[in-house]
């Protein structure tokens, strides 16, 4: 089935590491976010891709860095993880950056850090 | 930046009743409201959408209407259903930069 998959699904991890959140969709989309859910906050936006090897800061980019070496691809990097870092981590993607197309979304990654 | 608030933040309703959730929105040239709804440990699933030229669109159960002189959009579900039961997201945007409302937890008693 055609989708957005996204991994690891959960991750507990310790203070001061590096990790990255990995996203892969096979719809041939063009633009692809990450967002962060947190309890009472809805999803914000941490960084968006409006197409392969362009990248674009977010409401919250601090403390995150993204790329997109290609259209399928768009990894999510931690460079040194904080608690407040500790949250549900989504990706999504839209056939074009226009403002009226869909947004899909992937069924995101648990992370904990501690 | 835009800023979307959404009312009530839980939502109880009684089976077969109508529930209804309103949201706001402060940039006058957003001109796509999505809605999502997200069960428990799932991800968010788009449900209806309305563009900015559109008062209103009806999905089966589901509408939404827009009011652009107000800034302010609402969902209804008619006849609700246990498995409505779940979280709904209203967004709002004008470029590729969704805006997410907080969330309004529903809940259906059988």
């Known amino acids: 089935i055609a989708g957005i998959t996204q991994a690891p699904t959960s991750q507990i991890l310790a203070a001061g590491r590096r990790m990255t959140l990995r996203c892969t969709q096979d719809?041939?989309?063009?633009?692809m976010y990450w967002y962060r859910q947190d309890l009472g906050l809805g999803l914000r936006l941490i960084h968006y891709?409006?197409?392969?090897?362009?990248?674009g800061k977010g409401e919250v980019p601090d403390g995150y860095s993204v790329s997109r070496a290609n259209t399928d691809d768009f990894p999510l990097t931690l460079a040194s993880a904080v608690p407040s870092q500790t949250s549900v981590y989504f990706c999504?993607?839209?056939?074009?950056?226009?403002?009226?197309?869909?947004?899909?979304f992937g069924p995101g990654t648990r992370l904990t850090v501690l | 930046g835009e800023n979307v608030e959404q009312h009530p933040s839980t939502l109880s309703v009684q089976e077969g009743d109508s529930a209804v959730i309103k949201c706001t929105y402060s940039?006058?040239?957003?001109?796509?409201f999505p809605w999502y709804k997200q069960e428990l440990g799932k991800r968010p699933q788009l449900i209806i959408d309305?563009?900015?030229?559109?008062g209103e669109k009806k999905d089966q159960r589901i509408a939404v209407t827009l009011n652009k002189t107000a800034k302010h959009f609402s969902l209804h579900i008619t006849e609700t259903q246990p498995e409505d039961s779940a979280v709904y997201f209203c967004?709002?945007?004008?470029?590729?930069?969704?805006?997410f409302g907080a969330g309004t937890t529903v809940t259906v008693r059988a």
């Open positions: 940039d006058s040239a957003s001109n796509y």
């Open positions: 719809m041939r989309h063009n633009a």
């Open positions: 891709s409006n197409t392969a090897g362009t990248t």
């Open positions: 967004a709002a945007t004008r470029g590729y930069k969704l805006s």
């Open positions: 999504a993607s839209s056939d074009s950056a226009s403002s009226t197309d869909t947004q899909y």
């Open positions: 309305i563009r900015s030229n559109v």
